[in-house]
């Protein structure tokens, strides 16, 4: 039976199984209904606000790929295009801090898709961290995106894994990891509606199968913020603080920086603030 009006954000994060555990016939719809909000619905609180792509600055070539995906993927879930027509591998590059994570939070708010998050840090911590529970949580991670496509699943940090064969010891182990990966990125079936992004400071560490064609095929790098970036990014993070005020000092000085380190900066300026007691001030960001 109708349980009545059902939450998309909800309705898209159900899966078979927390169906499976939340509806009972003997409880009716409703009741069902709200079993599965209790067990889904914590997890959609918990959720960090993405950012708005329109606020992340010194992309480059990142965000016409951006915006290009954002419109790809609403095709494809209002059934314009096929799965096929959709970019759905990509290595991301660029220095620790320059807004790799954030532009594909964005790009996944912005679309209206899932994202998940790993690292192999993450697949390592999982259970007592012998390789078949590494394996095992590879996996999981793909079919949790399958699960909830349409999807992004990013792997930060992918450098972490090195190419086969390059390690001084422990290369059976690194083969298996690096193996298990190709197989969760390999077919169409298995990973359709699933973009999958990897990032990494370092793309010359990665197995050279990783970046073939159907796996993370297409490169793009993101550079330091230039001056124009750099005013952005200080912008953004300010939001109505300094408004009007020239901050083209401050940026000239940030030369070098990342968004990460301006996040800092400003959160540090807006600290010496409030222990004066007073409003921020251009010389604090300056200081």
């Known amino acids: 039976r109708r349980p009545g009006a059902v939450d998309d954000e909800l309705a898209r ?9 939340a509806v009972r016939g ?35 070539p990142a965000r016409d790929w951006a915006l290009a995906l954002i419109r790809d993927l609403s095709d494809y879930a209002a059934g314009r295009c096929q799965w096929a027509s959709v970019d759905r591998g990509l290595l991301l590059t660029g220095p620790p801090g320059v807004g790799k994570t954030a532009l594909m939070r964005a790009v996944a708010g912005e679309a209206n898709v ?3 998050a790993h ?60 193996n298990t990966l190709l197989e969760c990125l390999d077919g169409f079936e298995r990973r359709e509606g699933v973009v999958v992004v990897a990032a ?7 197995d050279p199968a990783l970046v073939r064609a159907g796996r993370l095929d297409r490169h793009i790098a993101i ?9 952005g990014i200080f912008r953004a993070h300010l939001g109505a603080e300094l408004e009007g005020a020239d901050l083209r ?11 990460a380190d301006i996040e800092r900066w400003v ?21």
């Open 119 to 178: 690292s192999y840090g993450r697949w390592q911590s999982h259970r007592e961290g012998h390789l078949g529970h590494v394996t095992q949580a590879i996996r999981n991670a793909f079919a949790e995106a399958r699960q909830n496509s349409p999807s992004i699943l990013f792997i930060d940090e992918i450098d972490t894994i090195p190419a086969r064969g390059t390690g001084k010891w422990n290369d059976d182990w690194w083969t298996s990891i690096t």
């Open 249 to 259: 000092a401050v940026a000239l000085a940030a030369r070098g920086r990342t968004g």
């Open 26 to 60: 003997d409880l009716g719809a409703e009741r069902s209904l709200a079993r599965l909000t209790c067990l889904l619905g914590s997890k959609l609180a918990d959720a960090e606000p993405a950012p708005r792509l329109c606020e992340l600055h010194g992309l480059g």
């Open 267 to 287: 959160r540090m300026a807006r600290r010496v603030a409030r222990t004066a007691a007073r409003a921020l001030d251009l010389a604090d960001l300056l200081g």
């Open 13 to 21: 994060r159900a899966t078979l199984e927390a169906l499976a555990i």
């Open 114 to 116: 899932n994202f998940f």
């Open 223 to 231: 550079p330091l913020p230039d001056m124009a970036a750099l005013l």
């Open 200 to 206: 990494c400071n370092d793309p010359a560490r990665l």
